[in-house]
T-cell receptor, first 111, second 113 residues
Framework: GENVEQHPSTLSVQEGDSAVIKCTYS??????FPWYKQELGKRPQLIIDIRSNVGEKKDQRIAVTLNKTAKHFSLHITETQPEDSAVYFCAARSSASKIIFGSGTRLSIRP | DAGVTQSPTHLIKTRGQHVTLRCSPISGHKSVSWYQQVLGQGPQFIFQYYEKEERGRGNFPDRFSARQFPNYSSELNVNALLLGDSALYLCASSLDTGTDTQYFGPGTRLTVL
């Protein structure tokens, strides 16, 4: 069935360094890949998304890359700040119009 | 994402009871999706509704049902509650099924005792 795997499950980086989170998906017909940030006790917030006709997208300190051949996509956060600490989820829209989420990455920024 | 509302915010039920959760999408959005988020995990897709019709269903038992009303608001119903149904239930709205961007509501925290 449809599946999205996300790594790592936890990530700790020094403030100012970069963070990279990687995801793979199983449904080759997936065509939309959003990333959500969820702070403790709050709703998931869309931070960036990419569609299958694009290989890379950037928004200030956040970028996402997509490799359709390998069926994986990654989130890159540069110049990390304390407010970047949260749980990040990748997701993929399957051919059945379901959005399947990864298991999440808990990102901690060390001062 | 501002604009998706859910009620109630918290709910405590006992095993075997029934629960109804409500969601109002962003004004102008016609599609509503429901997700279950167990603590420490990613949201799991339950249903998607568009124009009052079910457009997608996740791997959940028949105890879970939903509907969408003419004003595009939606209800999620869960019968015969189990301890394992304790979770945050999230509603997400989008313009339609063909527009991918979904915006989440604040969720309803359901505790089953």
């Amino acid at each position: 069935g449809e599946n999205v795997e996300q790594h790592p499950s936890t990530l700790s980086v020094q403030e100012g360094d970069s963070a990279v989170i990687k995801c793979t998906y199983s449904d080759s017909a997936s065509n939309y890949f959003p990333w959500y940030k969820q702070e403790l006790g709050k709703r998931p917030q869309l931070i960036i998304d990419i569609r299958s006709n694009v290989g890379e997208k950037k928004d200030q300190r956040i970028a996402v890359t997509l490799n359709k051949t390998a069926k994986h996509f990654s989130l890159h956060i540069t110049e990390t700040q304390p407010e970047d600490s949260a749980v990040y989820f990748c997701a993929a829209r399957s051919s059945a119009s379901k959005i399947i989420f990864g298991s999440g990455t808990r990102l901690s920024i060390r001062p | 994402d501002a604009g998706v509302t859910q009620s109630p915010t918290h709910l405590i039920k006992t095993r075997g009871q029934h629960v109804t959760l409500r969601c109002s999408p962003i004004s102008g959005h016609k599609s509503v999706s429901w997700y279950q988020q167990v603590l420490g995990q990613g949201p799991q897709f339950i249903f998607q509704y568009y124009e009052k019709e079910e457009r997608g269903r996740g791997n959940f038992p028949d105890r879970f049902s939903a509907r969408q009303f003419p004003n595009y608001s939606s209800e999620l119903n869960v019968n015969a509650l189990l301890l394992g149904d304790s979770a945050l239930y999230l509603c997400a709205s989008s313009l339609d099924t063909g527009t991918d961007t979904q915006y989440f509501g604040p969720g309803t925290r359901l505790t089953v005792l």
